[in-house]
C-alpha cells in the first residue's frame, strides 16, 4: 500500500513570507507526528496528533508555527513568517497506535529560507 | 538532560565485513528501541526493533543488542554492501503513555567498495 508522503518535495520561500506543509499518512494510521531534521542532525520533534486533537504542542520552537489535522487523516504545518533558521528538512511520520512506536515517515519536505 | 546518543559519528567499513553501529541512552525507563535507516534526500527506513524485556534480536542481515546494565545498544550489519550506506539512528520509546520517539544524532556508514 502506499506510504507516507508529503510536499512539496521542496521549497524555497523569502524569510518573511508563510509556508505550508503537507501530510499524507498512512490510510488507518490514527498517529501522526511532524519532526524537524536540521543538516547533520537528528530529529527534533514538534508535534504528535491522535486522530485530529494535538494533546502535545510542547515541541513547537515559536508561535510562529502550529499545525492541524482534519479528518483523522491530512495534516498541515504552516511556519509563518519564516526565518533562516527555519531552514530544515520537515518529516512527518505515521503509527497506527499512539504510542510512538513503528513510526513510518515520508520522505520529507526540505524548506529553505533565503 | 536525558538523551539518545552515539558513540561514533561516521564508519566506514569494506565491503562484505561486519558493522557495528553503538548508541548510548539514559532513560532507564525506556522499554522500546528502534534502529533507522536514512538514505540521502529520503525519510528514515525502519530497520528493526527491540523490546527492553530482550537483549537481543535478529533479523535479516542485522542484529540489535540491547544491554541495559549499561544503557547501551549495537546495531550489526552482517557483510556489509554498498547500498547499506546511509545515516543510521537509534530511538527510544520513554514507556507507557509517551507518544513520542527521542532520536540520536545519527552515524554515517560508508561502506568502501
Keep these: 500500500g502506499a506510504g ?7 521549497k524555497v520561500t523569502e524569510k518573511g513570507k508563510d509556508v505550508e506543509l503537507r501530510c499524507d499518512p498512512i490510510s488507518g ?19 504528535y496528533f491522535q486522530g485530529n486533537s494535538a494533546p502535545d504542542k510542547s515541541g513547537l520552537p515559536s508561535d510562529r508555527f502550529s499545525a492541524e489535522r482534519t479528518g483523522g487523516s ?20 505515521s503509527s497506527i497506535v499512539a504510542e510512538g512506536r513503528e513510526q513510518y515517515f515520508g520522505p520529507g519536505t526540505r524548506l529553505t529560507v533565503t | 538532560g536525558e538523551s539518545v546518543g552515539l558513540h561514533l559519528p561516521t564508519l566506514s567499513v569494506q565491503e562484505g565485513d561486519n558493522s557495528i553501529i553503538n548508541c548510548a541512552y ?47 545498544l549495537s546495531l550489526q550489519i552482517a557483510a556489509t554492501q554498498p547500498g547499506d550506506s546511509a545515516v543510521y539512528f ?24
Design chain 2, 26 to 72: 539514559s532513560n532507564s525507563a525506556s522499554d522500546y528501541f528502534i534502529w533507522y535507516k536514512q538514505e540521502s534526500g529520503k525519510g528514515p527506513q525502519f530497520i528493526i526493533d527491540i523490546r527492553s524485556n530482550m537483549d537481543k534480536r535478529q533479523g535479516q542481515r542485522v542484529t540489535v543488542l540491547l544491554n541495559k546494565t549499561v544503557k547501551h
Design chain 1, 29 to 47: 494510521h490514527t498517529a501522526l507526528y511532524w519532526y524537524r531534521q536540521s543538516l547533520g542532525q537528528g530529529l527534533e520533534f514538534l508535534i
Design chain 1, 4 to 10: 507516507v508522503s508529503q510536499s512539496p518535495s521542496n
Design chain 1, 74 to 93: 491530512v495534516s498541515t504545518l504552516t511556519i509563518q513568517r519564516t526565518q533562516q533558521e527555519d531552514s530544515a528538512v520537515y518529516l512527518c511520520a
Design chain 2, 90 to 113: 537509534c530511538a527510544e520509546d520513554r514507556g507507557a503513555g509517551s507518544y513520542q520517539l527521542t532520536f540520536g544524532k545519527g552515524t554515517k556508514l560508508s561502506v568502501i567498495p
